[in-house]
């Protein structure tokens, strides 16, 4: 009886420590890949676009691919990985954890509590939704991968442009070039409808005005993000997580 009792003991004491969370490997990284689903090339790219990021603003976005979640709740277990290793600055809480679980096809976006207002739960299930899933679908990990966490980058920084929508209205700057276009056009024919004898106006003295160039009053500079930040951070030492965490947000899905 006591053998029967001490093998159940070890029997339930395995699965606990085979379910438990992956100690965070040593040195750490922000792309923790512990099924191989990225090759080297992918791996490498990954880990220091998110530690080039990390590295400008000190927002921690870890990266975390397992096999399964065992008997956790996708949710509890990013919560349990989030906290444990502390992805985000102590204080700041400013980390964002994107779990995937290949063999059960789950993910799970969990954000620190200073995240959650430029990442909410609706975006965190939108970006499951409209980048990680059909990526995933069309096995291209990586491609989900960069997209999904570019994405972020430009929502935590401020700079997503958020996409166009049925009914959109128009830009403001489209309408007030237009309604110059019509000013410019009355103005020019009350001063030159008006004169003597009837003859035609000519424009280019001076009556009406078209600017010379129109397509530099849309412009803007806006330049790749990604290129000055994602390929930095190469020559800094990530020493570890910073000690933050997460109050709870983010969204799940799978594929």
Do not use: C, H
Request: proline share 4%.
């Amino acid at each position: 009886m006591f053998l029967v009792k001490a093998f159940i003991l070890l029997f339930f004491v395995n699965q606990a420590i085979a379910q438990d969370i992956p100690p965070q490997p040593n040195p750490p990284r922000m792309l923790n890949d512990f099924v191989m689903k990225l090759n080297g090339v992918e791996a490498e790219t990954l880990e220091q676009k998110l530690r080039g990021y990390r590295d400008s603003t000190s927002t921690e976005i870890s990266v975390v691919i397992v096999k399964n979640t065992g008997d956790y709740d996708p949710f509890d277990y990013g919560m349990k990985i989030f906290n444990t290793w502390g992805i985000g600055k102590k204080g700041k809480n400013n980390g964002v954890l994107l779990l995937w679980a290949t063999e059960t096809r789950k993910l799970r976006i969990i954000t620190g509590r200073a995240a959650e207002g430029a990442i909410p739960d609706a975006i965190a299930k939108r970006i499951i939704n409209t980048i990680l899933k059909p990526a995933f679908q069309s096995n291209q990990f990586y491609l989900g991968l960069d997209e999904a966490t570019t994405e972020m980058f430009q929502r935590l920084t401020g700079e997503f442009k958020a996409d166009a929508v049925d009914g959109e209205e128009i830009p403001f700057w489209v309408i007030l070039l237009v309604m110059l276009f019509i000013f410019f056009i009355i103005y020019g024919i009350s001063k030159g409808g008006g004169g003597r004898g009837g003859g035609r106006r000519n424009y280019s003295d001076g009556g009406m005005f078209f600017p010379t160039t129109i397509s530099s009053w849309g412009s803007s500079s806006s330049g790749s993000w990604g290129s000055s930040d994602s390929g930095g951070g190469g020559g800094f030492d990530f020493g570890g997580f910073g000690g933050g965490e997460s109050g709870g947000g983010g969204a799940g899905g799978d594929y």
